[in-house]
T-cell receptor
Framework: DAGVTQSPTHLIKTRGQQVTLRCSPK?????VSWYQQALGQGPQFIFQ???????QRGNFPDRFSGHQFPNYSSELNVNALLLGDSALYLCASSPVRGSYEQYFGPGTRLTVT | AQSVTQLDSQVPVFEEAPVELRCNYSSSVSVYLFWYVQYPNQGLQLLLK??????LVESINGFEAEFNKSQTSFHLRKPSVHISDTAEYFCAGTNNAGNMLTFGGGTRLMVKP
């Protein structure tokens, strides 16, 4: 049974560019959350998707957007990249919305130069 | 606003010695608390959780944590650490909506031979 998978593993972008990160949830999970983990810090919640809609959002600007597909996979899009967007982006899935357990993927390391 | 505070950024300890990693939460945070472990270049793995019931929770690899409501703490302990326990440990809490995890800043456990 595959766990949460994310692609790509690493990514290097230039300031001002746009990036798309992808996540496939654990089999049987329908809720996907995204977190940003800056170097040396704890993860910060970006947003959560359930039934293809954004259900909850953290304190992140509109440059951060997402999407959930009918197969429950999800994308995180970041526009107009800033140097400060360099971080590890983690995707987590939950078996049902409201479940207190979240299973994390290995993350995508984004470097903005 | 919710907050989770990990009081120590680094904890060096010798192999086979006991260890305690401290975590305090704000009273507005739900009583749903978690410890996650992150090995280098990997995502987060759930170590243990407190949802309700017994205030002492245990993991399969010898860690335990005790929920203390009066002290708003959820400290992680292990009576005898191994080299393989070297990792970053994150305490996290979630609100009644049960979805957005709020993380502490992390504690780097460094086990020395």
């Amino acid at each position: 049974d595959a766990g949460v998978t994310q692609s790509p593993t690493h990514l290097i972008k230039t300031r001002g560019q746009q990036v798309t990160l992808r996540c496939s949830p654990k089999s049987g999970h329908d809720t996907v959350s995204w977190y940003q983990q800056a170097l040396g810090q704890g993860p910060q919640f970006i947003f959560q998707y359930y039934e293809e809609e954004e259900r909850q959002r953290g304190n992140f600007p509109d440059r951060f957007s997402g999407h959930q597909f009918p197969n429950y996979s999800s994308e995180l899009n970041v526009n107009a990249l800033l140097l400060g967007d360099s971080a590890l982006y983690l995707c987590a899935s939950s078996p049902v919305r409201g479940s207190y357990e979240q299973y994390f993927g290995p993350g995508t390391r984004l470097t903005v130069t | 606003a919710q907050s989770v505070t990990q009081l120590d950024s680094q904890v060096p300890v010798f192999e086979e010695a006991p260890v305690e990693l401290r975590c305090n939460y704000s009273s507005s945070v739900s009583v749903y608390l978690f410890w996650y472990v992150q090995y280098p270049n990997q995502g987060l793995q759930l170590l243990l959780k407190y949802l309700s019931g017994s205030t002492l929770v245990e993991s399969i690899n010898g860690f335990e944590a005790e929920f203390n409501k009066s002290q708003t703490s959820f400290h992680l302990r292990k009576p005898s650490v191994h080299i393989s326990d070297t990792a970053e440990y994150f305490c996290a809490g979630t609100n009644n909506a049960g979805n957005m995890l709020t993380f502490g800043g992390g504690t780097r456990l460094m086990v020395k031979p």
